[in-house]
């Protein structure tokens, strides 16, 4: 190891770059076509990789897009633009619907979705902020999404800046207690620009939660922690929306979104099958899934 | 006796001036700024503070969300909370990242004293020591501590400070200058070198003077950057003195000794003897008491350096 360097001035965005935000005046049928796309790559690039997990990337795929075709202010072009509303995945293991939706808004060429944990791929296993551009933070430890976001959402307020902080949590990944630390600090701290959006499937790893460990009553807990609750169908954009939306009303109070999805999601062997939570489609389910994605 | 000076003010002092030059330090703390002394720069910059209460793995990440908007966090609690209640949030959250996060925190070692076992940090340089892309910096006395501080504050990348609990004598003249990743000399002589880090870095001053006595010639430096360790210092102590003894307040595994270690083995083999606690927790007493029990005093340094010294006249005599 070297020694570190010294400090330089940072510089808030890429040089000689002309980088739009990115427009978003997408239809909700428009979404509801690039929900499709999404789901399509997630299954191809989980399926060439031969190993991933399908389940719990389908289920949040209109979360993200919604956040990513209307919700957020940000710059394919220029991932570092230091106005940008930040999303984080904390379940970092739905790396691929995050993957997928970068490269359908232009952070990086569709066709590398392909390369998904191959060796010295910029899309690693679980998501990595040192080489995926759009990717804010390393995740797929679980529990430590939460946290951070905190921290960007404090920054932002120090610097005066009006950005809007989201991060996407698991229900199953509730199950750790940094994540409660961090639902009482940023009460506490009452940090208005964050939003954090539950992928409430009902599922984990070992089967359904209420079996391996049980989060009821989850509504409740969250509101016992100080935050605005507000809960939505997790495939409906517009309810996503709308629930963006009402998160801004809020100044001085954390939001979060419980959206209530299904594991697997758009894939009818795959939908509320824990099998499918870490395991990646043969080329046979690949071939069947598509199909049903048509 | 010289004059026994706090390194945690030193540390809480120097946060407040680097608050007072630079908007971007912030500082966190998990219910302990009375202790760590962040709760200078807490009067100082109220804005600027943010106590997580006792959740060490939240204030982790915090301060990577923090680092990774441009900000300098300073995150402090006791060296066994941190990271011991949150290795895995240092890990992802910080090092694998790579972001700028200082890490200085206080009651490192057994020198804590009367708290016990639960509150004696024996194990925390093995376990920051592992992670790629960590500097570790164990000053020995309160000048070095607020030189590291400001080091920290001025280069990129995570940091982990560890201070002690107990005030220590000033073991640097005035006018002493800490140099990152350097080792510093404190003391010339041909017959064996003793690194030291820390508290024990006044030990080893006081075996060399007591040792001199006997006709035993040592040289001590002083490694306050623990990692990355300055391998020419240590590979020229061996090749002039042919015996090495470290000291530490730590594990055998993974600490000084452990480091220092894989330099002379690789560079330049010779005697070596570890000064440190032997696997084994401590437990309640008084500072002075533990470190006599646990083997951690001048005499023991003295005794480690005779042993070296056998050890290399019995390999100079060998065929």
């Given at each position: ?29 428009e ?8 789901r ?13 997990h ?35 995945l ?9 993957y ?5 808004c232009?952070?990086?060429p ?51 800046k ?48 209420r ?10 807990k ?10 939505v ?39 509320n ?22 | ?57 939240n ?44 890490l ?22 093995a ?29 990129f ?21 800490f ?6 000399t ?36 002083n ?20 015996a ?13 000794g ?15 003897e ?33 042993s ?10 060998r065929?």
């Amino acid at each position: 190891m070297s020694l570190p360097e010294r400090c330089k001035p940072s510089s808030t965005s890429a040089k000689g770059v002309k980088a739009e935000v990115f427009s978003s005046s997408a239809s909700f049928a428009e979404m509801e076509a690039i929900a499709k796309r999404l789901r399509r790559h997630i299954i191809t690039m989980i399926g060439k990789a031969g190993s991933g997990h399908p389940g719990g990337s389908l289920s949040a795929v209109e979360i993200l897009t919604a956040l990513y075709f209307k919700v957020l202010r940000h710059k394919p072009r220029d991932p570092q633009w230091s106005d940008r509303d930040r999303f984080i995945l904390s379940k970092g293991h739905a790396a691929p619907v995050l993957y997928a939706t970068l490269a359908e808004c232009g952070y990086f060429p569709v066709e590398e979705l392909l390369t998904l944990r191959q060796l010295d791929s910029r899309l690693q296993g679980h998501a990595d902020r040192t080489v995926t551009p759009g990717v804010e933070m390393s995740s797929g430890a679980l529990g430590q999404g939460l946290s951070f976001a905190i921290g960007v959402a404090l920054a932002g307020r120090l610097n005066a800046k009006d950005y809007r902080v989201y991060v996407l949590l698991g229900d199953g990944e509730c199950d750790e207690g940094q994540v409660w630390e961090g639902a009482m600090a940023a009460a506490h701290f009452k940090v208005g620009n964050l939003v954090a959006i539950v992928d409430n499937n009902g599922q984990q790893i070992g089967g359904w939660n209420r079996d391996v460990m049980n989060l009821e009553p989850f509504n409740k807990k969250w509101r016992a922690f100080g935050w605005q609750v507000i809960e939505v169908d997790g495939h409906s954009i517009p309810q996503l929306i709308d629930a963006f939306d009402q998160s801004k009303k809020i100044k001085r109070q954390p939001t979060v979104i419980i959206a209530h999805t299904i594991k697997g999601k758009g894939v009818s062997f795959m939908e509320n099958n824990p099998d499918f939570h870490g395991k990646a489609p043969n080329t046979e389910e690949v071939k069947l899934a598509l199909k049903e994605l048509e | 006796m010289a004059k026994e000076v706090s390194l945690r003010e030193a540390y809480g002092k120097t946060l407040v001036e680097l608050g007072r030059e630079n908007p971007d330090i912030v500082a966190l703390d998990a219910d302990l700024c009375r202790s760590t002394m962040t709760q200078f720069f807490a009067l100082k910059f109220p804005e600027r503070f943010f106590d997580c209460g006792i959740a060490e793995q939240n204030m982790v990440g915090i301060a990577a969300g923090l680092a990774a908007s441009g900000k300098i966090p300073f995150a402090s609690t006791f060296a066994v909370f941190a990271p011991g209640r949150c290795f895995d949030q240092v890990r992802m959250s910080i090092a694998q990242p790579r972001l700028n996060v200082k890490l200085v925190v206080t009651h490192g070692g057994i020198s804590v004293g009367e708290d016990g076992t639960s509150h004696q940090s024996i194990e925390d340089l093995a376990l920051i020591g592992s992670l790629p892309g960590f500097t570790i910096i164990v000053p020995a006395d309160a000048m070095e501590t607020a030189q590291a501080v400001r080091a920290a504050a001025a280069h990129f990348g995570p940091f982990y400070i560890r201070l002690c609990r107990p005030k220590l004598p000033l073991v640097h003249e005035q006018g002493y200058q800490f140099n990152l990743g350097k080792a510093v000399t404190m003391r010339q002589g041909g017959d064996a070198t003793i690194i030291a880090i820390g508290l024990m870095v006044k030990e080893a001053l006081e075996a060399a003077e007591s040792l001199k006595r006997e006709g035993i010639d040592c040289q001590v430096l002083n490694m306050p950057t623990l990692k990355p360790i300055d391998e020419a210092a240590i590979t020229q102590a061996a090749a002039e003195t042919g015996a090495i003894v470290t000291a530490e307040e730590h594990l055998e595994h993974g600490g000084l000794g452990s480091a220092v270690a894989r330099v002379v083995a690789r560079h330049q083999a010779v005697p070596m003897e570890l000064v440190a606690i032997k696997d084994t927790y401590a437990k309640s007493g008084k500072p002075a008491e533990l470190l006599e029990r646990y083997g951690l005093t001048a005499r023991d340094i003295e005794q480690a350096v005779r042993s070296a010294i056998k050890r290399k006249r019995l390999g100079a005599s060998r065929p």
